[in-house]
């Protein structure tokens, strides 16, 4: 029903920026909430940034915040993570997420790597 394509991983410098993109098509008028992701070798995955898509409001974790936004692109069917102030400990994979009533989707990943 909904397929969800990453982009805008790479390497960068602690204190750098990136920003991913997150392209949705399919059934994207089902779609309530949309959230990243990461999962960092060893660790479990973890819950980043979450946004309602009706009203715009955002929660994040606690390790990101107010380093990180969440924002999307109606028009473009597109769902952003700018990352800010980036640390090596936030190196991982990126993962874009949605729930549309039972049903999980995630897109493929994108690496992001952060050196000192």
């Known amino acids: 029903q909904v397929h969800l394509v990453e982009s805008g991983g790479g390497l960068v410098q602690a204190g750098g920026s990136l920003r991913l993109s997150c392209a949705a098509s399919g059934s994207i008028a089902r779609i309530n909430n949309m959230s990243w992701y990461r999962q960092a070798p060893g660790k479990q995955r973890e819950l980043v940034a979450t946004?309602?898509?009706?009203?715009?409001?955002?929660d994040y974790g606690e390790s990101v915040k107010g380093r990180f936004t969440i924002s999307r692109d109606a028009a473009k069917n597109t769902m952003y993570l700018q990352m800010n102030n980036l640390r090596p400990e936030d190196t991982a994979v990126y993962y874009c997420?949605?729930?549309?009533?039972?049903?999980?989707?995630w897109g493929q990943g994108t690496q992001v790597t952060v050196s000192s």
């Open positions: 997420h949605t729930i549309i009533y039972f049903a999980n989707y």
């Open positions: 946004i309602v898509l009706n009203g715009g409001s955002t």
